[in-house]
């Protein structure tokens, strides 16, 4: 496809997972598919691929924005991306609570409920339980 998008694509894996982006990629249709070229050429291989600022600063700064847009959805898929680029929970929390005193308390409310539920999922993926043999 072009630099760009090669970039992008492995900018957009490295930082939401493999699996998540592949899937995004292959379940696109002849409608959605030119809006997932853009963003990952765009967002993910200019604007992520810029390496005057570090993933795991790009992935705070994202989390406060969406958070300030009440975008919940692609929030919980940045926290996730957010701990994959070695943002600690305290970070986040911290994050968080910059964004209530900016964005207001209903925003951040909402942001934290999000946040706790892609903590614990993004804690799940990385530690699943382990699966005793039945006698």
Known sequence: ??????????????????????????NA??????????????CWGAVWGDERLPFKTRS???????TALNQHHELAV??????????TRDEIQAVLLQ?????????????????STAIAEWETAQDPPSREPRG
């Open 60 to 66: 705070m700064l994202n989390i406060a924005m969406l």
């Open 78 to 87: 940045h926290v996730r991306g957010a701990l994959n680029n070695g943002v």
């Open 99 to 115: 964004a209530l005193v900016y964005c207001g308390a209903p925003a951040a409310l909402a942001a934290f409920r999000t946040a």
């Open 29 to 42: 249709d002849a409608f959605n598919r030119p809006v997932q070229k853009l963003v990952t050429e765009y």
């Open 1 to 26: 496809m072009g630099d760009l998008f090669e970039m992008g694509f492995d900018n957009r894996k490295a930082v939401l997972g493999a699996a998540h982006v592949e899937a995004a990629w292959e």
